[in-house]
T-cell receptor, first 115, second 117 residues
Framework: AQSVTQLDSQVPVFEEAPVELRCNYS??????LFWYVQYPNQGLQLLLK??????LVKGINGFEAEFNKSQTSFHLRKPSVHISDTAEYFC?????????????FGKGTKLSVKP | GAVVSQHPSWVICKSGTSVKIECRSL??????MFWYRQFPKQSLMLMAT?????????EQGVEKDKFLINHASLTLSTLTVTSAHPEDSSFYIC?????????????FGQGTRLTVV
């Protein structure tokens, strides 16, 4: 079974400052890793994903994440945030393998960008 | 990316009535769709996995008779909340896998806000 821990429930930051949203996972098998963003009363939009290959993954809206297998982490970063980045961010894992698979989500991190 | 459309985006119903939520993959085929429930300020909890042409697989603690799932085609899955009660009020989100993309990614609908009064 897999699990995801998002270490910060809320992250306040000023506009144009850098931000890191932390995510650690636990799994006994290889996993795929995802970051999603959710705006109020909306579904989830994929920011980026790690499937294999390069451990540094670049996504949309200037976000990137680095997969660290030894630390079982997949932290999300952005060098300079905007007001429009204010949203809820979810880290998720899946073990597709030979099974149908599904996404296991962390509890989310609310990013608040202040002017 | 692929598009998943969920309808309605919000619904208010009276206690004791049933509500149907549709999840459609618009530009791809999805053998598997997932239904999630999200409580306020919480994460998404998987309710069930919907498989085209077969019975859904429900997660532990989810009432099969209350949350009826039908996946009649490769582009449509429905969730029916039967005899809804105020405690069923929540945000429901579906997702679908694009089998043509090797199924490594699931795409999400925009969610349905259900309020039972």
């Amino acid at each position: 079974a897999q699990s995801v821990t998002q270490l910060d429930s809320q992250v306040p930051v000023f506009e144009e400052a850098p931000v890191e949203l932390r995510c650690n996972y636990s799994s006994s098998v290889s996993v795929y890793l995802f970051w999603y963003v959710q705006y109020p009363n909306q579904g989830l939009q994929l920011l980026l994903k790690y499937l294999s290959g390069s451990t540094l993954v670049k996504g949309i809206n200037g976000f990137e994440a680095e997969f660290n297998k030894s630390q079982t982490s997949f932290h999300l970063r952005k060098p300079s945030v905007h007001i429009s980045d204010t949203a809820e961010y979810f880290c998720a894992v899946s073990a597709w393998g030979g099974s149908q698979g599904n996404l296991i989500f962390g509890k989310g991190t609310k990013l608040s960008v202040k002017p | 990316g692929a598009v998943v459309s969920q309808h309605p985006s919000w619904v208010i119903c009276k206690s004791g009535t049933s509500v149907k939520i549709e999840c459609r993959s618009l530009d791809f085929q999805a053998t598997t769709m997932f239904w999630y429930r999200q409580f306020p300020k919480q994460s998404l909890m998987l309710m069930a996995t919907s498989n085209e042409g077969s019975k859904a697989t429900y997660e532990q603690g989810v009432e099969k008779d209350k949350f009826l799932i039908n996946h009649a085609s490769l582009t449509l899955s429905t969730l029916t909340v039967t005899s809804a009660h105020p405690e069923d009020s929540s945000f429901y989100i579906c997702s679908a896998r694009d089998i043509g993309q090797g199924a490594t990614e699931a795409f999400f609908g925009q969610g349905t806000r259900l309020t039972v009064v």
